[in-house]
């Protein structure tokens, strides 16, 4: 054999391992695509599934839901709404809920902003110490502080108020509010801010005509977050407002129509009910996916 003939012999083995490399590496990730895929509709599939057979029994009869609980439902009973609406309280629940969401979103976004503006851009001494002491309140589950809670907002004078809940809703939700926004702040360019000062506009301008609008993304994905979590909420109203029904929240309301539905046989209000108070968060979800997703990826980048 030639040198010319090596030398062409040993070029194509070193084309060859190159490209049996690539088929490899193809096959690995084509595995994991499928795996990775298939886990995802597994999991879409857990979550799904069960939404839709609580929204197609909502309009069953309660014989439907016993014979047939997997079949689809005879015709469309709105009329389960309306009494699940009506007699079982949903309307009302769902009007308390609206009412103590809508203030305590108000004030974390309010105070979570501004407290997370000011660690994010101004020196001052104590300044880490301050904001370890806000991001640690994540450390610490709602149900270890309910029974010094309870004595804290009873001798206030606020146990069994809609202000009371609002408030432990808020500061329940500010440190996370403050550890994102911080991070968020952090990424706004400095630039626009110096030359907003050089302008003449104050502080308290600066925040809210021009960092405020500049953070938008990051505001509306935790707005999101803390509706949701404070909509589902269950611990915090049920040690908080007990006594009055009247004013109790959707969870409450939802807890006591499970009970009483239970016991009436009354399923389809129940399917109803719950199917109603679901709704709000779907619709959150649905609707403002794309800001959840780009305010994520955002706070990133620079």
């Not at 049996?20 to 799904?48: K, P, Q």
């Not at 502080?145 to 202000?163: C, E, I, K, Q, Y």
């Not at 509306?220 to 611990?235: K, M, P, R, T």
Request: proline share 4%; hydrophobic share 55%.
């Amino acid at each position: 054999m030639t040198i010319l003939d090596k030398s062409a012999a040993e070029g194509a083995a070193a084309g060859e391992r190159p490209a049996s490399r690539d088929r490899g590496l193809r096959r690995e990730i084509g595995v994991a695509n499928v795996f990775s895929h298939g886990f995802l509709l597994v999991w879409g599939a857990l979550t799904v599934l069960p939404l839709l057979w609580m929204f197609l029994s909502s309009f069953k009869s309660d014989a439907e839901i016993l014979s047939d609980p997997w079949g689809l439902p005879g015709a469309l009973r709105f009329e389960n709404w309306a009494r699940a609406w009506t007699e079982a309280h949903i309307g009302r629940y769902f009007l308390n809920s609206s009412i103590v969401v809508a203030g305590s979103l108000a004030l974390t976004m309010l105070f979570g902003a501004t407290a997370a503006y000011v660690f994010a851009r101004y020196e001052f001494r104590g300044r880490q110490v301050v904001y370890y002491l806000f991001v640690g309140g994540m450390m610490f589950p709602v149900f270890l502080a309910l029974v010094p809670l309870f004595f804290v907002v009873r001798n206030a004078g606020l146990f069994g108020t809609w202000t009371g809940l609002v408030l432990v809703y808020a500061a329940y939700s500010l440190p996370f509010t403050v550890f994102f926004l911080t991070a968020f702040f952090r990424t706004l360019p400095t630039a626009v801010a110096e030359a907003a000062l050089i302008d003449g506009c104050g502080h308290f301008r600066l925040f809210f005509r021009v960092m405020l609008p500049m953070a938008r993304p990051g505001l509306i994905s935790i707005a999101i977050f803390n509706f949701l979590s404070q909509w589902n909420q269950f611990l915090l109203p049920q040690v908080l407002m007990q006594g009055d029904d009247s004013k109790w929240v959707l969870a409450q309301g939802l807890a006591a129509l499970a009970v009483s539905q239970g016991y009436e046989g009354d399923y389809s209000g129940l399917f109803a009910g719950l199917t109603i108070a679901t709704l709000p968060v779907l619709a959150v979800y649905v609707l403002f996916q794309r800001q959840v997703q780009s305010g994520l990826t955002a706070g990133q980048l620079k």
